[in-house]
């Protein structure tokens, strides 16, 4: 049975706790300091990962976990009742229809109730869902695209057909919200339930779901009863139980929760970072207990005489670490959920990661508080153990020496001078100088890291990404990412020239652009019916090749109109060379090419076109038909900065030579690149400015205006970056702050019998600051040496995945860490010594304390 | 019955050629209630033989047994315990603590074995001292001959089976060492305390009941009063 | 049907803990149990460990005290007997001498055939040896009293001052016959805790040696100290000294210094002014130069305020 004899420790432990401010304060900032730091990065990457969680939802376009796509009314109401159903949302399809705006974007025609709107991010912000027949509630960019004002009542003209009726019919908005285009490339739109029944009248959801159209079936999104992890099992259930096959009535699941928990790659990025603070703030803490209990010594070894036990001991130092705790980490808590929420926007600015602001994730304060406290408990436990350790009778003996090293001689060479000196008082103690060394070199290492990092940023390897040239001209849509591009025939050829003229332009670069309209038939329905087997085979792998024969045939492929869109692009012959360095298949022939009878493909998300293909197409709806054979496939990504990144779904991208478009009636000029002499583009930036004045419906981007913007994400990183190196050098400032004054404060009388055996003022501060400065010096080397090293390795993992960054050596590290360091380390030492040596020398000596 | 008694007891240091012999082969027994001073010049081994009856080391060879107990082969945290529970120090520099005030120095040994204060007895420890007025003075705030007091009511709080003095009054001038060792003599009169006092002062050891003498380790004749 | 297990589970882990608890409180009452018999059986080998940080350990060393004060308080009584014991031998040893030196000279007395002169001579012996006798008996019986603690002394705060004029007083005609003067430095009287009449007469004692051992024409002084907690009366003499290797011995019984054959004496004095300034809680201090000086210190302790 434990003796009960506590509250002497814990008197003990108080009473040494209130007589060692000086510690007590370099400690309490050391544990303000890390767990400020490890609650900020929890901070940043919870509350990310949280808020990245929620826009992964709104990605896949619902809030809830599973949904019943295509379900007969009646279905669906089996489906409601079920006791496993949490919550649920119902919709019906009346129709998708592609005519007018929806060309581009597909627009889809539902009834919806309050929950199902809610779920799905659809709740009109202006308005409400339509009750009266005509109403109708719609995504804000079809009102856009329309050209009608974002108003309520006002009127929207709509073709569609269902199940093989056509209906023209106009209605009265009666609520519209906003959506993310680039998230939801398609529209849509919300009428009543009186009118879809009219609508749906004679429609069999039964069939459509099997056939093709999925007109009239019910979707109903839900929410399961029970945990994520019994998802599947539970919706099992509820499917036998209503007897519906999961394949026919559509059963998904929302892959947004299936990747619940957080992406790999940022607690990669966490945990990497963390064990960076840990280890600093392990060295530090450690450090500093460490010292204190070398300083009381004597008081140690007298409690152990008089009968204090090894563990007592060891509580004495816990207990006060663990005070210490008690105000440092709530502080530390705070002030880093602080930092780490001021820093969260800057650093999304940097990465341009979409994020939706989440509520404070009580996991940042448990696992910020959890960790900073084993830290503190295990930087504690072995100066407790030194404490328990210690023996009664080298205390009671103490003179102020440090434990013997192992040493027994020394070679002595010239006497003793005060360099060398020095140079031995270093080893003196390996343990505490390898951890001050450590501490600083972490630090110093990290700002090697970071520093290299942003000076690596390479400015042409990003404007390549974004603009080529100098000047991007084109339509103000271009720069806008809330709608897709539609041919605006905004640039005009006039305006063009009149800046060909312009003092200093070398050349001006066109892109044409045109939708094109793939007909289905020959090898384009061939290709287009792969592709259709393909989704089908993915949906429902249970079926076999007849089944699946058999839904193709009755599939209407008059659901996606009479052609495929096709983005074709028309480059002007400036561009050619950058077409020929991303080919990825087949032989650029530069000749060929311009023959206009070849074109290069771009992208092919459905694998319809092989290289030798012929393709045939309109650049109007009906307007004559062209071929073209393949003649290569280009790596679409790479043409970003010419603006060939728009895609639709089922569609592909081609690239041909401008001289196509030039034949064209009225062919649309996408952008315009203009080339200039380095010393013409400060005046063609007012001068092209000028002249678009009048044309509000152009806009225009100087490499300058991307370099700017990217220079401020540049310059986020390296506010983040910084601020995390400038805490851990702290933190390592400080240990070597601690360490010195300490060092000198227990050398207080071996100082003052150096004195006493005649070594001047002046040569006690040269050998103090020598010592001190080998210390740096070593703490610089490894940071020359290691530092380099790491930042290289490091630096170079990024920037091989990088658009804008390449590998930069920079001495400028050096350069600014060595004076301000060495400076440190001269000044310190002096400081201390002028503290310590107030007194003569005699009391010095005579001190026993 | 012996209160302290060694039987060869060795303690030597470092290795050959190097080997100091600071105990070489000591017997000695202590009565109960005697008042003993060893006396021996510097580097006689007195200290040391002080450490090994006082549990502070271990020896090399032979016993040490302390109120019946062996404990030369005891490991550090028994002879911490057994420290605590039977022995008393008073020490040439105090050795108090000074974070504690002059009552709670006093009963630090007892409260470390979590027992009950026997505040009669401590009270009457404190006032044949005279130290009642200075019970809550902190150590810095007394003089060289007081803090010794203090030292030795700490000493015997716990009624320890021997109290060890390595030269008491070391540290103080000749007037305040007369009291101070007055004070030893009495109280180990008063008390029933056994007592070993360790000097090199002649002056000193004649208080005792006996003197041993040791020197090179060795003991040699042993006198008494 | 979870709810039954987790009642289930708890009523088990109860029961369990019931359990568990009743039979760690068994053995450790089983434990103290034993120590209490090794206490009744005086056995200091216990089973249990005496030196470990645990309520169990700390009852085993208590119980080893415990039997350890029973044995002592046995033993001090063979103690005290014993003290006695050889206190009543070296009494009848002392006065062996003098008894057979009498004894010798009354038979040559009672034979007669010796001359007037002669006869004078031994009568004078007889009376010497006789008177010496009776001191000694004196000495002895009250020496006997204080050492077995027949007479309490009864200390009382008063002033010292008296005490020591007292004495002075006491042996002021012996020095005058050597022609030594006693010089007292002066003091303010402090009111020490003492019995005078006991204190008077072991300071009495000191004078009486300090005369004894001084040349004729010497010189003795007195001077009184107050420190912290003792008064110190100091007593010094300028005659033959004594080495640094008697000085623990000359308290001692029967203890006569090497340099003093030639001086009468019991070596009875010191003994018994030691024993009484030590039982009212004080003691004597002897520092010398042979053949330069001696001081005797006698402390006495101060009043508590």
Redesign the interface.
């Known amino acids: 049975m434990r003796n009960n004899n506590q509250a002497v420790v814990r008197k003990l432990s108080k009473r040494s706790f209130l007589a060692n401010k000086s510690r007590n304060l370099f400690a309490l900032i050391a544990i303000v300091l890390t767990t400020v730091l490890i609650t900020a990065v929890f901070t940043i990457g919870i509350s990310l990962s949280d808020g990245m969680q929620q826009m992964l939802i709104h990605s896949y376009g619902r809030s809830t976990e599973v949904d019943f796509q295509y379900l007969t009314q009646d279905e669906a109401q089996r489906v409601a009742e079920h006791p496993l159903i949490e919550e649920y949302g119902l919709s019906r399809l009346i129709t998708a229809t592609t005519e007018g705006v929806f060309r581009q974007a597909q627009g889809e025609i539902h009834t919806a109730d309050e929950n199902f709107a809610e779920f799905t991010f659809s709740k009109p912000t202006t308005g409400r869902l339509p009750e009266a027949e005509n109403e109708i509630a719609l995504t804000s960019w079809i009102l856009d695209a329309m050209n009608l004002p974002r108003e309520l009542g006002q009127t929207v003209h709509l073709d569609f057909e269902v199940a093989g009726t056509p209906y023209s019919m106009d209605f009265t908005v009666c609520g519209f919200w906003d959506i993310d285009i680039n998230l939801n490339p398609y529209g849509i739109l919300y009428i009543s339930d009186t009118l879809a029944d009219k609508l749906l009248a004679g429609v069999n959801p039964a069939e459509t779901r099997i056939v093709a159209g999925y007109y009239g079936t019910t979707k109903l999104t839900a929410n399961i009863d029970g945990k994520l992890s019994e998802l599947e099992e539970n919706v099992d259930t509820i499917l036998r139980d209503t007897g519906i096959d999961a394949e026919v009535g559509g059963v998904l699941f929302n892959d947004a929760y299936d990747r619940a928990g957080m992406d790999v790659g940022i607690i990669a990025a966490m945990a990497l970072i963390i064990a960076i603070i840990l280890v600093s703030g392990y060295l530090l803490i450690y450090n500093i207990f460490y010292i204190s209990v070398m300083r009381d010594v004597r008081f140690y070894g007298l409690l152990k005489t008089i009968g204090a036990t090894q563990k007592q001991l060891g509580r004495i130092v816990n207990f006060q670490a663990l005070l210490l705790c008690v105000v440092g980490i709530p502080v530390g808590l705070l002030l880093g959920y602080l930092l780490g929420i001021v820093l969260i926007p800057v650093l999304l600015g940097f990465l341009s990661i979409d994020y939706m602001p989440a509520p404070p994730n009580p996991w940042i304060f448990l696992l910020g508080a959890a960790l900073a406290l084993v830290t503190v408990l295990i930087s504690c436990h072995g100066p407790a153990k030194k404490a328990g350790k210690i023996s009664p009778v080298e205390a009671v003996r103490y003179t102020g020496l440090a434990a013997a090293t192992a040493k027994k001689t020394k070679r002595g060479r010239d006497g003793a001078k005060i360099s060398r000196m020095a140079w031995s008082n270093i080893f003196r103690s390996r343990k505490k100088a390898s951890l001050v060394i450590a501490s600083l070199s972490v630090g110093l290492i990290l700002f090697n890291v970071v520093y290299t990092l942003v000076g690596s940023f390479d400015v042409n390897k990003f404007l390549q990404g974004h603009i080529n040239g100098d000047f991007l001209i084109a339509d103000t849509d271009y720069f806008s990412f809330a709608k897709p591009y539609t041919p605006s025939y905004t640039l005009g050829e006039d305006l063009l020239s009149d800046i060909k003229e312009l003092g200093g332009v070398q050349e001006v670069a066109k892109v044409y652009y045109a939708n094109g309209f793939v007909p289905i038939e020959g090898n384009m329905k061939d290709g287009l019916i792969n592709s259709h087997r393909k989704r089908i085979l993915a949906e429902k792998p249970s079926l076999s090749e007849q089944e699946i024969d058999e839904i193709i045939e009755k599939t209407d492929f008059s659901a996606y109109g009479d052609s495929i869109n096709a983005q074709v692009y028309g480059f002007d012959n400036y561009w050619l060379d950058k077409l020929e360095e991303n080919m990825i298949e087949g032989n650029f022939d530069r000749e060929k090419f311009l023959s206009g009878d070849y074109l290069l493909l771009g992208f092919d998300g459905e694998g319809m076109i092989q290289v030798g293909d012929t393709v045939t197409f309109s650049l109007d709806k009906d307007g004559e038909k062209r071929s073209y054979e393949v003649m290569g496939r280009v790596d679409y990504s790479a043409l970003n900065s010419l603006g060939a990144h728009f895609i639709s779904m089922p569609g592909f991208s081609v690239y041909l030579p401008s001289s196509e478009f030039e034949s064209l009636a009225n062919p649309n000029i996408m952008s315009a690149t203009v080339i200039a002499d380095e010393a013409a583009v400060d005046s063609l930036q007012t001068e092209i400015g000028a002249l678009l004045a009048d044309n509000p419906e152009v806009d225009f981007r100087s490499r300058a205006d991307y370099i700017a913007e990217m220079k401020s994400d540049n310059q986020q990183f390296a506010l983040i970056g910084f601020t995390l190196c400038a805490v851990i050098l702290l933190i390592g400032i400080l240990n070597f702050v601690n360490t010195t004054m300490t060092n000198i404060f227990s050398r207080k009388q071996e100082l003052a019998m150096l004195q006493s055996v005649g070594m001047t003022a002046k040569q006690s501060k040269k050998m103090l600051v020598l010592e001190s400065i080998y210390y740096m010096s070593m703490a610089l080397l490894v940071f020359v040496t290691a530092g380099y090293g790491v930042s290289y390795f490091a630096v170079n993992a990024v920037t091989q995945g990088s658009a804008a960054y390449t590998y930069q050596f920079s001495f400028s590290p050096l350069v600014f860490c060595f004076p301000i360091l060495l400076l440190l380390a001269y000044a310190l030492p002096i400081r201390v010594y002028k503290n310590i040596s107030k007194d003569s020398v005699v009391q010095r000596l005579r001190e026993n304390e | 019955m012996s209160v302290l008694k060694t039987e060869a007891l060795k303690k030597y240091y470092g290795k050959d050629p190097n080997t100091v012999k600071a105990l070489d082969g000591v017997d000695l027994a202590i009565q109960e209630g005697e008042f003993v001073a060893v006396v021996g010049t510097s580097g006689s081994g007195k200290s040391t033989l002080l450490h090994m009856l006082g549990g502070l080391d271990t020896p090399t060879s032979g016993k040490v047994i302390v109120g019946g107990k062996d404990i030369s082969g005891m490991t550090d945290e028994q002879l911490t315990i057994f420290r605590r529970r039977n022995v008393g120090f008073v020490f040439q520099n105090y050795n108090l603590v000074p974070i504690l005030n002059v009552y709670e120095n006093i009963v630090l040994s007892i409260e470390l074995d979590g027992n009950a204060v026997d505040k009669s007895f401590v009270d009457n420890i404190i006032e044949t001292l005279g130290l009642s007025e200075k019970k809550n003075n902190l150590p810095n705030n007394l003089s060289g001959g007081q803090q010794q007091r203090v030292a030795i009511a700490r000493a015997l709080a716990t009624k320890p089976s021997i109290l060890l003095a390595d030269e008491p009054t070391g540290n103080l001038d000749s007037k305040t060492s007369q009291d101070v060792l007055g004070v030893l003599k009495m109280t180990s009169a008063k008390f029933h305390q056994t007592m070993m006092m360790i000097t090199h002062n002649e002056q000193i050891a004649q208080l005792a009941d006996r003197v041993i003498r040791i020197e090179d380790g060795r003991i040699f004749a042993a006198e008494g009063r | 049907m979870a709810l039954a297990v987790t009642i289930i589970t708890a009523i088990a882990i109860c029961f369990l803990t019931v359990l568990f608890s009743y039979r760690y409180i068994k053995k450790?009452f089983d434990s103290i149990d034993q120590v209490l018999d090794s206490v009744l059986a005086r056995n200091?080998e216990l089973a249990f460990?005496?030196?470990?940080?645990?309520?169990?350990?700390?009852l085993t060393?208590k119980a080893?005290k415990i039997i350890?004060m029973n044995?002592?308080d046995i033993?001090q009584t063979k103690q005290e007997k014993e003290i006695i014991q050889s206190f009543i031998s070296d009494m009848s040893h002392q006065m062996k001498t003098p008894l057979s030196g009498v004894a010798m000279y009354t038979n040559l007395l009672l034979e007669g055939r010796i001359t007037e002169a002669e006869r004078q001579e031994f009568l004078s012996r007889v009376k010497t040896g006789t008177e010496k006798l009776q001191w000694m008996v004196d000495s002895l019986v009250k020496m006997s009293r204080l050492e077995v603690g027949a007479i309490e002394l009864s200390p009382v705060p008063t002033g010292i001052k008296q005490t020591i004029s007292d004495s002075i007083s006491t042996v002021y005609s012996a020095a005058a016959k050597k022609n030594i003067s006693i010089q007292t430095a002066y003091f303010e009287d402090v009111s020490l805790l003492h019995d005078r009449k006991w204190t008077g007469e072991a300071i009495t004692n000191i004078l009486e040696n300090a005369i004894k051992y001084s040349s004729v024409g010497g010189e003795i002084n007195i001077s009184v100290?107050t420190?912290?907690?003792?008064t110190?009366i100091s007593i010094t003499d300028y005659g033959i000294g004594i080495a640094?290797d008697e000085?623990?011995?000359i308290?001692?019984r029967f203890y006569r210094g090497r340099n003093a054959k030639g001086v009468d004496g019991a070596g009875l004095g010191l003994y018994l002014a030691s024993q009484i300034f030590?039982k009212q809680?004080?003691?004597i201090?002897?520092?010398s130069k042979p053949g330069k000086y001696t001081t005797f210190?006698t402390?006495l302790?101060?009043c508590?305020k």
């Open positions: 450790t200091t460990e005496v030196a470990a940080d645990n309520r169990l350990s700390k060393h080893v350890q044995t002592m033993s100290e420190l912290p907690i003792y110190k640094p000085w623990n011995s308290f001692k030590q809680g004080g003691y201090l002897v520092d210190s402390f302790q101060n508590k």
